[in-house]
């Protein structure tokens, strides 16, 4: 059994930081490829970060220069530092981990969200 885990919202001001975790844990042989997305009120789900298990990373326009998305694969952990933060990045955010248990079968698992309310 694979869980995902998010965690490290909460509430900042605006300039402030925050970072995110997500942790995979369970009969786990490696976690590959890990996006974050966030979604707010009626809106789609928009990918915010990729990282590949090589360490490439891509990010979305709306938050180069200020995301940052790395990896421990020896902790099975994402991380996505966050930096000057906006009032537009509030929203809950997702992690979603492409793994490969320790029966060589590989899915596509989302951890529950972490809300990220910027305000002053």
């Known amino acids: 059994q694979v869980q995902v885990v998010e965690s490290g919202g909460g509430l900042v001001q605006p300039g402030g930081s925050l970072r995110l975790s997500c942790a995979a844990s369970?009969?786990?042989?490696?976690?590959?490829?890990v996006d974050w997305y966030r979604q707010t009120p009626g809106k789609e789900r928009e990918s915010v970060a990729s990282?590949?298990?090589?360490?490439?990373?891509n990010y979305a326009d709306s938050v180069k220069g200020r995301f940052t998305i790395s990896r421990d694969n020896a902790k099975n952990t994402v991380y996505l530092q966050m930096n000057s933060l906006k009032p537009e990045d509030t929203a809950v955010y997702y992690c979603?981990?492409?793994?490969?248990?320790?029966?060589?079968?590989?899915?596509?698992?989302w951890g529950q969200g972490t809300q990220v309310t910027v305000s002053s």
């Open positions: 990282i590949t298990r090589g360490g490439s990373t």
């Open positions: 369970g009969t786990i042989l490696t976690v590959n490829g």
């Open positions: 979603k981990a492409n793994i490969r248990n320790r029966f060589f079968a590989t899915n596509v698992y």
